[in-house]
């Protein structure tokens, strides 16, 4: 079964330390796997998509195979960052499996 | 341009009674999905909708969830005889082609409580 494991509810980090967001999947083939966000009182929008291999905000999250991750990184937290965050995968091609959410708080 | 908008943006209503959720997605966008984001459960894929093909309605967690769209626009999202553990945020997004992935857009969404 296609599924995605955020192993953190809760995460809080100070600023200016790195931050790290656990995502695990189950997928047989080649995953497509994408962060989302949820800053508060905002929608929920993409943050980044592993096949584009961007920087966002400087967020990265590098897919590793054979841990079946897509950890998603930032080396110096801001207090901007406070927000929630999912990791999805894709199934089929549109539908999106998404992990339970970690709630990242930056503190002063 | 406008986004997706969803209606209401809160609902509470009494266990048993019928709901229906609105969703208009941005114009020109020929999927539209319904998720819906529960406390403790995450994201969960209800339906989808792709143009004239018959929808996916894999996500939906009993029959007493359907869904309409109606003119390839606006979609309801209709609960029948609420139950408790259906309160949650029903969460609409759109997105612009079917044939391949395309950047889902979301809505605000809906605040259900059922009491």
């Known amino acids: 079964a296609q599924r995605v494991t955020q192993p953190e509810k809760l995460l809080s980090v100070f600023k200016g330390a790195p931050v790290e967001l656990k995502c695990n999947y189950s997928y047989s083939g080649s995953p497509e796997l994408f962060w989302y966000v949820q800053y508060s009182r905002q929608r929920l929008q993409l943050l980044l998509r592993?096949?584009s291999r961007e920087s966002i905000k400087g967020f990265t999250a590098d897919l590793n195979k054979g841990e079946t991750s897509f950890h998603l990184k930032k080396p110096f937290a801001q207090e901007e960052d406070s927000a929630m965050y999912y990791c999805a995968l894709l199934r089929g091609a549109q539908k999106l499996v998404f992990g339970q959410g970690t709630r990242l708080t930056i503190n002063p | 341009g406008a986004g997706v908008s969803q209606s209401p943006s809160n609902k509470v209503t009494e266990k048993g009674k019928d709901v229906e959720l609105r969703c208009d997605p941005i114009?020109?966008?020929?999927?539209l999905y319904w998720y819906r984001q529960s406390l403790g459960q995450g994201l969960e894929f209800l339906i989808y909708f792709q143009g004239n093909s018959a929808p996916d309605k894999s996500g939906l967690p009993s029959d007493r969830f359907s869904a309409e769209r109606t003119g390839g626009s606006v979609s309801t999202l209709t609960i029948q005889r609420t139950q408790q553990e259906d309160s949650a945020v029903y969460l609409c997004?759109?997105?612009?082609?079917?044939?391949?992935?395309?950047?889902?857009?979301f809505g605000p969404g809906t605040r259900l409580t059922v009491l």
């Open positions: 997004a759109s997105s612009s082609t079917g044939g391949g992935y395309s950047e889902q857009f």
């Open positions: 114009s020109g966008h020929t999927a």
């Open positions: 592993h096949i």
